[in-house]
């Protein structure tokens, strides 16, 4: 049986079809958008339906497959570029015309597009459960359960905390040809991941700084705590 991390995949991303389709039908009339919306909800029932059929950490990547494909495009057609803020909840803000960091005590998650005095910001959910991530768990061993063991992104993950900053070391991550855009946003898909994971285990709102090779395999990410975020 597959992981309670893995099954809630399929339906967070089921959910996220849903409300990007109905959203941009009814509140922006946007054509392209709802398509979005709809090819996320087609490729995530496709997943659910074919289940016992296929071997589960393939279905898995072909999720996360589809799910790189369509957040790049979301990010094309806002012109996103600067750096996401990762929530506990789950959530990822991506700033369109801000400055500084968003008061997350007006933040409820039902937009598209949270408006706050510091700017606005794309709302999107990570392609994880935060539920399956329990807050005051040891941030490594959150990622092993996660990253490495239910989603098979990389073979290892190590992690060094120096005061705000944590620099987490990825052995052999797996590569989703994520395109530039999704990587100067969001960085490369297990980087992505694993700051929901840091976030969720934190109960902290963070973000990620500069992502780097590292030979043999390995890729190093660094992840700053935004204190300045504050939360409800």
Avoid: C, W
């Avoid at 059929?53 to 369509?70: D, G, K, M």
């Avoid at 910001?121 to 061993?141: C, D």
């Avoid at 990622?143 to 490495?148: K, P, S, W």
Wanted: proline content about 6%.
């Amino acid at each position: 049986m597959p992981r309670e991390s893995e099954k809630l995949l399929a339906a967070t991303l089921l959910l996220s079809g849903l409300t990007l389709t109905l959203y941009s039908y009814f509140a922006l009339s946007s054509i392209p958008l709802t398509a979005l919306g709809i090819g996320i909800l087609v490729t995530a029932a496709s997943i659910i339906a074919t289940y016992p059929y296929t071997p589960y950490r393939e279905a898995v990547h072909s999720v996360l497959h589809s799910y790189t494909a369509n957040v790049s495009r979301v990010l094309e057609e806002f012109s996103a570029n600067t750096p996401a803020l990762y929530t506990p909840d789950g959530f990822v803000l991506v700033p369109l015309r801000a400055r500084g960091e968003p008061d997350l005590r007006r933040f409820s998650g039902e937009n598209l597009v949270h408006s706050d005095p510091s700017g606005y910001y794309l709302v999107l959910q990570s392609p994880i459960s935060t539920p399956a991530v329990e807050e005051g768990a040891g941030v490594e061993a959150a990622l092993a359960e996660v990253v490495v063991y239910s989603l098979g992104l990389s073979d290892s993950v190590r992690v060094v905390s120096r005061d705000e900053t944590l620099i987490l070391e990825l052995s052999k991550p797996r590569g989703f040809r994520e395109g530039a855009r999704f990587r100067r946003v969001l960085g490369p898909l297990p980087v992505h991941v694993s700051a929901a994971v840091v976030a969720a285990a934190l109960g902290k709102v963070v973000q990620v700084g500069e992502v780097r090779e590292a030979g043999k395999g390995k890729t190093i990410a660094v992840l700053r705590v935004v204190e300045r975020a504050a939360q409800g």
